[in-house]
């Protein structure tokens, strides 16, 4: 089971881009990368995902180089409300007896006006 | 279209008594999951569901904890005797296969 280790805080301000990296030496052939959102009191939200090289949607990019031993999301001209916790995930998308998320810590980003 | 609901949003019971959390998935979603959440931690897998099979378990603490799915649709987390140590927030997710996971508010938990 592929194990992802990303900063336990980040700051930034407002405007600003954010790119969170979020590294998994031991990712398998089969697995993907999953970013989710958390604010206080809610459950995660899912924000992107991807296999290899970039992957964008209306609020992030995620970028995954060649060896994908790694993978940065990043936020495009960050507010106040994106102030959450962040987490990566790396799992394999085939449903079979070893299929399992590991949710670590999180990154607990902070946005400064 | 709803979100997936649990209930309650709040629990404060006294150790050594029951409790039980309820949850309604997003309709269709054939999967369901429960973890626990500790503060400052990331969600933990107690039990995963494929339509109304608990197909991986290996994370729930038997003794204490059980799950059900009736018909595959909602789901019923349950403990007994609770622990000081149960005191967490337990979250509730669905989905579609191996897909994106759409997460319930979650039930806070206090064992006094």
């Known amino acids: 089971l592929a194990k992802t280790t990303q900063p336990i805080s980040m700051d930034s301000y407002e405007g600003q881009e954010v790119n969170i990296t979020c590294s998994h030496n031991?990712?398998?052939?089969?697995?993907?990368i999953t970013w989710y959102q958390q604010f206080p009191s809610q459950g995660p939200r899912f924000i992107i995902q991807?296999?290899?090289?970039?992957v964008t949607n209306e609020v992030a990019s995620l970028f995954i180089p060649a060896d994908r031993k790694s993978s940065t999301l990043s936020l495009p001209r960050v507010s106040l409300s994106d102030t959450a916790v962040y987490y990566c995930?790396?799992?394999?998308?085939?449903?079979?007896?070893?299929?399992?998320?590991?949710w670590g810590a999180g990154t607990k980003l902070i946005i400064k006006p | 279209e709803a979100g997936v609901v649990q209930s309650p949003r709040y629990k404060i019971i006294e150790k050594k008594q029951p409790v039980a959390f309820w949850c309604n998935p997003i309709?269709?979603?054939?999967?369901l999951y429960w973890y626990l959440q500790n503060l400052g931690q990331g969600p933990e897998l107690l039990i995963r569901?494929?339509?109304?099979?608990?197909?991986?378990d290996s994370q729930l603490p038997k003794d204490r904890f059980s799950a059900e799915r009736l018909k595959g649709v909602d789901s019923t987390l349950k403990i007994q005797p609770a622990e000081l140590g149960d005191s967490a927030v337990y979250l509730c997710?669905?989905?579609?296969?191996?897909?994106?996971?759409?997460f319930g508010p979650g039930t806070r938990l206090t064992v006094l």
């Open positions: 995930l790396v799992g394999d998308m085939e449903w079979d007896s070893n299929y399992q998320l590991i």
């Open positions: 031991n990712i398998a052939t089969n697995d993907y």
């Open positions: 991807g296999y290899k090289t970039k």
């Open positions: 309709s269709g979603h054939n999967t």
């Open positions: 569901y494929e339509n109304e099979e608990a197909v991986d």
């Open positions: 997710a669905s989905s579609l296969g191996v897909g994106e996971q759409f």
